[in-house]
C-alpha cells in the first residue's frame, strides 16, 4: 500500500508539476545577473537617491552579482570610474537641463547606453527616481533590448500642478510594461500605482531604514531640563519643510522645554529664517547648516 502510495504521487502531474516549479524557482534563485543601475542621480552628488544605489549596488556585489551604475557627467567628472568592491560606474557626457536631470528625448541616449548594456551584458536595468530622465529612457532602451527591467519610486508626487501631471504620463508610459516596481514606503505605493495606472501586484514595499546604532544618543550629554528635536534633511519642499515651519511655532507656544536642532541645506532654509525672525525663536532652535555626514552620529550622541 506505502509503495503504491509513492508511484501515485511520482505519477501524480501536479506533483510533478510543482515539483519543476520549485526547481525553476530554485535556479532563477541562484542565478546570477549582471545588473545595471541608472539614474540621474549619483556620486558627487549628495542625497537619498544617490546613497541608496550606492547602498544596493553593494549588497548585490556581496551577493555574488555583477553591477554598474550609469549616470551623466558632472563637471570634469567624466568617463569610466570605479568605487569600492569594483562598482563600476559610466558617467555619460550628457547635457544637464534641471535641477541634473537631463533632457528627455529618448534617442540622445540610445547608443551610449546600448554600449554599456552590450558591453557589461546587462541582464536587468534598474531605474531610479521619477525625476531621472536617464531613468526614464534606460526603461524604454532596455525593453527594445529585451531586456528585464526594474524601477524604483522614491518620492511623492501630486496630481495638480504642471510638473506633476506631466511627470505623471511619462511615469505610465515608462511603467507600462517594467517589469517590477519597488517603493519606499506603502504610501509611495499607493501614490504611485494612481499615478501611472500599475497593477498593485507588480509593486512591491521595501521600506528605508535606518541603523538606529549609528544615531544612539549619549545620556550623559542630557540636558534634563529640555527636549530636544532633532531634523536632519535636505531642506527642500518635497521633504515637507513648509510643514515643519508651520509647526515650530505651535510647538514652542505649547511646550516652553521643546528646543529644535536643524541640520542640512537648501531652498527652504529661508522658510525656517523667516519663521525664527518673525517668532523669535533664536534661543529655541540651534542651527547647523550644512556638515558631512561623518559628523551626523557625533551631533546625536552630544544632543
Not at 569600492?84 to 528627455?104: D, E, F, I, R
Not at 548594456?117 to 541582464?123: A, P, Q, S
Request: aromatic fraction near 8%.
Amino acid at each position: 500500500m506505502g509503495q503504491r502510495r509513492k508511484v501515485a504521487a511520482g505519477n501524480n502531474p501536479s506533483s510533478q508539476r510543482n515539483s519543476g516549479d520549485s526547481a525553476q524557482a530554485a535556479r532563477v534563485h541562484s542565478r546570477k545577473h549582471n545588473i545595471c543601475m541608472v539614474s540621474d542621480f549619483f556620486y558627487p552628488n549628495m542625497g537619498g537617491v544617490e546613497s541608496h544605489i550606492y547602498q544596493l549596488s553593494q549588497c548585490l556585489i556581496e551577493k555574488g552579482h555583477k553591477v554598474v551604475i550609469v549616470t551623466h557627467a558632472y563637471g570634469r567628472r567624466k568617463g569610466v570610474r570605479y568605487l569600492t568592491n569594483g562598482l563600476k560606474v559610466y558617467y555619460l557626457p550628457l547635457q544637464v537641463m534641471y535641477n541634473q536631470s537631463t533632457a528627455t528625448t529618448c534617442f540622445h541616449s540610445l547608443p551610449l547606453m546600448r554600449c554599456v548594456f552590450v558591453r557589461e551584458r546587462i541582464t536587468v536595468v534598474h531605474a531610479h527616481s521619477s525625476f531621472s530622465a536617464m531613468a526614464h529612457d534606460a526603461l524604454f532602451h532596455a525593453k527594445t533590448m529585451g531586456l528585464n527591467t526594474v524601477f524604483t519610486d522614491h518620492s511623492l508626487f501630486g496630481f495638480a500642478d504642471l510638473s506633476s501631471v506631466l511627470t505623471n504620463k511619462l511615469l505610465t508610459v515608462s511603467l507600462c510594461d517594467t517589469n517590477h516596481i519597488v517603493c519606499v514606503s506603502y504610501t509611495s505605493k499607493e501614490n504611485t500605482v494612481l499615478r501611472a495606472a500599475l497593477n498593485p501586484e507588480i509593486v512591491s514595499v521595501i521600506p528605508n531604514a535606518v541603523d538606529p546604532t549609528d544615531f544612539t544618543p549619549d545620556p550623559s550629554q542630557r540636558q534634563d531640563d529640555r527636549i530636544t528635536i532633532v531634523v536632519i534633511s535636505r531642506l527642500v519642499y518635497r521633504k515637507g519643510i513648509d510643514l515643519l515651519g508651520g509647526i515650530i511655532p505651535e510647538l514652542c507656544l505649547k511646550h516652553p522645554y521643546l528646543h529644535f536642532l536643524i541640520g542640512g541645506e537648501g531652498p527652504k532654509r529661508i522658510v525656517l529664517e523667516e519663521v525664527r525672525e518673525k517668532y523669535q525663536l533664536h534661543d529655541r532652535y540651534c542651527w547647523m547648516g550644512l556638515f558631512p555626514e561623518i559628523m551626523m552620529s557625533a551631533s546625536f550622541r552630544i544632543y
